[in-house]
């Protein structure tokens, strides 16, 4: 019987038992429960009828059906069938059932095409009809006069705009096929430009002043350092120091059945110049007394989005920065002089009346910062004297990733994580809630209390955690380094204990009046909306040796960012895991060991990792297991993961460097260079790609060696050198990124070939982000291109998601 049965179960019987007298109760209690017992198995039976009638009642409706059910109800439209998605994928064929009978209704329109795309692939996506963008044929016997053959220089985002779905370029005819060739201006293309980020978001509070407690989904800024020089005013959001952070402007599409998509609504980089002219307007407005002129649809909307920003002089009460109050600028380099700040406000002039007697204005507006969305980077303006200096600053934002890994604001809440914080079953609590701005409670021997700290929940853990369970929730996106005078923070671990440091929202229980009570609930950890910055090198040792024939402890770190990595000392722990969190020390070992593993077991899951070391020394023994993961040698010298002496299983895992293992067992893996096992008579690497120098054990399905047999088999004969070479160079992954400060690392870039797209396990894509499955999706949205697109059309679809070197060259100007 399931979990979620025995809860249904364990319903029906209250409710059963609840009928009887108090006084029959009270005599089954006296005698052992027999009475409830036999209620329970009569209440089995009845539960059980109960789910089936619910469950057929939900199928009914596309809304509550549950996945099994929705071939059934695409039957009943005549749905095309599509290719079915991994688990974890988190798309469905839901909202394309739903939406069926409203895509035949304008079928043959790009309205329709974009939403197949959203509903189908779930991308951002924007469909252009091409002979609207076309100048004159080829032949110039048709010569379109309404469409000149000239750029519209003004407001100057053409060329940021150049090849994507909003390139309103006219063009020359091009003939080539757009589904074949890659071709696009001409009269029966039809291109799908679409976006694969997701943008995970930080939603700000409403409010326009506002107290710390209020902001505790929304990150802390952090200085931005020149060197080994910190300017007052100076910040920046990224957590690593002296790095930046590209923001990104949050799904903002619209659901109704009119509206096209616009450049507002889509999932992508932000740009300098379309929000300087924003608040550039609304100043200009606000000093002329008018409304302003924000086009289609603003950038900011009440909502706080695309991004929020917080000014605080004491860290206690911050307000909010209007947008008209910020100043866009750039800040890839530090101004000139060094320390410059932005003045506190800006001056403009315009004029009134006619001519010859128009009137001169001019006026002021207050300037609060200057801030760049291109590398999230921030200088506060000069305070008027005697106003006190900005030294806090808290920014809600989104960026973009190819799925929601690492640390961030994503949902990571599942069933093998503790959410209801109840002992039970002998198993004790510690609980210490990191909170800076509520009141510390109780004493340091309590089970659960509220602290400020992190370095004092850790103190407290080592003194009162043995032989318990513990949860340091951190309840803030804040940042904490290590104590005055330390570099690193220590970890105790207890022999036998468990600890989870998580990042997470705690929810206090609540007593409501007649209702029951649990005294031993303390309360529920909700894994989303937080990330806590941990700035120093986190030192995991044990407290004390285990006793003859037990084990190390257990830590677990959820949901963190790490901007110095962590080391663990000898028989530190049984087990490591490390869950949704961003762990680098970029130039350096991200996670190491200072002795060798003796059978510990590391779990690296959907984590931004750099390099690790964890061959330090012989005999070492254990295992490593990566999950969706990245893993990167982050600006050191090879190897990215070295595991010489561990067992290693690797699933859905990029690895940009070199690595090398004892054993491996591996699917959906791509090495982006030589990987090497020691045992490679044991294990197996399934559907991956495999650099060239590579020392693997067997392999099943993987690249290059698929292509170069089929290559082999067309030619007849064996392949030369230069064969081989050229043959495995053509199915090399390409990335858009390979630097982890970079939003789009590791993801796919759009000219890699279907052999590494569609050759994962279940036709997905190799690497990290195989569960995404966007090759799936894509290739589901184009199946449907025949049935939706207009008799004589063509249409394609067009990746327009760029790397960081494309989009720094549209950032100009």
Known sequence: MTPLSSVRVNAATERFYALLPAHIRGTDAANGWALRALCQV?????????????????????ETAPEAALGDLAALVASELLRPLP????????????????????????????????????????????????????????????????????????????????DMLPRLVDVRSIARAAGRHHVPNVGVHLLRPVVPFFAPPPGSVLTADLLAGVPLARPWPDGATQHPGYFQLSAQ????????????????DIGRVIDTDLPDRLRRLPLHLETDELRHAALEGRPPDLGQTPWFDLSGQPFTIFLSSDGANYTRVAPAEIQICNL???????????AASKPHTWYTGGTPAATRLTGTRPIRCGFDPVTARLIVAQPAAPDPDITHVRIAYGTGTGREIGAGPQDRNTSDVPFDIIDKDGLAHFVRIVDATQPETGAAADSIRDVHALDTALT??????????????????????????????????????????VSAQWRRKVVKPGV?????????????????????????????DPPPGGRAGVLVLDGLELTHGLTLRARAVSRL?????????????????????????????????????????????????????IVSADGAADPALAATNLDACLNDVTIIGTSSFKSLEATNVIFTAAGAVTRSQSGCVRYSSIATGSSMPRRFRCQPDLTLAVAAERKGSALTASEQSATALGVTPL?????????????LHPLTRDAIRLGGENESEMGAFSAAAEGLRMANVTSLFEDYVPVGLEAGLIDDSRSSAVATRRNVP
């Open 42 to 62: 009569l209440a089995a039976g009845s539960a059980e009828i109960d789910h089936e009638i619910d469950t057929l009642y939900d199928a009914m409706f596309v």
């Open 87 to 166: 688990p974890g994928s988190g798309h469905n064929a839901r909202a394309f059932v739903a939406n069926t009978v409203r895509y035949r209704r304008g079928k043959g329109t790009a309205r329709v095409l974009e939403a197949l795309a959203a509903d189908v692939g779930g991308f951002g996506s924007v469909a252009v009809e091409y002979f609207m963008r076309l100048a004159r044929t080829q032949n110039l016997i048709d010569v379109r006069a309404e469409r000149p053959g000239t750029a519209y220089l003004v407001p100057g985002t053409t060329a940021a705009r150049s090849a994507t779905g909003f």
């Open 241 to 256: 120091p002296g790095r930046a952070l590209r923001l990104f402007n949050p799904d903002r599409r619209s659901q109704d």
């Open 332 to 342: 890839e380099a530090f101004p000139t002089p060094a320390g410059a700040r932005p």
């Open 460 to 501: 407290e853990w080592k003194d009162h955690g043995a032989g318990k369970r513990g949860l340091i929730v951190l309840a803030r996106c804040d940042r904490e380094g290590a104590a005055v005078g330390a570099v690193s923070i220590p970890v105790a671990i207890h022999p036998g204990s468990e600890l989870h440091i």
């Open 516 to 544: 029951p009570d649990n005294p031993k609930r303390f309360g529920y950890i909700v894994r989303r909306d937080r990330r806590f910055t941990i700035d120093a090198r986190l030192r995991v040792h044990r407290s004390v």
């Open 577 to 629: 895991l490390i869950r949704h969190s961003t762990v680098r020390a970029p130039g350096g070992a991200a996670i190491s060991t200072s002795a060798p593993l003796e059978g510990a077991k590391i779990a690296i899951d959907r984590a931004i990792v750099g390099r690790i070391r964890l061959d330090r020394g012989v005999p070492a023994t254990g295992t490593l297991t990566v999950t969706g993961s």
């Open 735 to 747: 990335f858009l990124d390979t630097s982890l400060d970079e939003p789009t690392v590791a993801m």
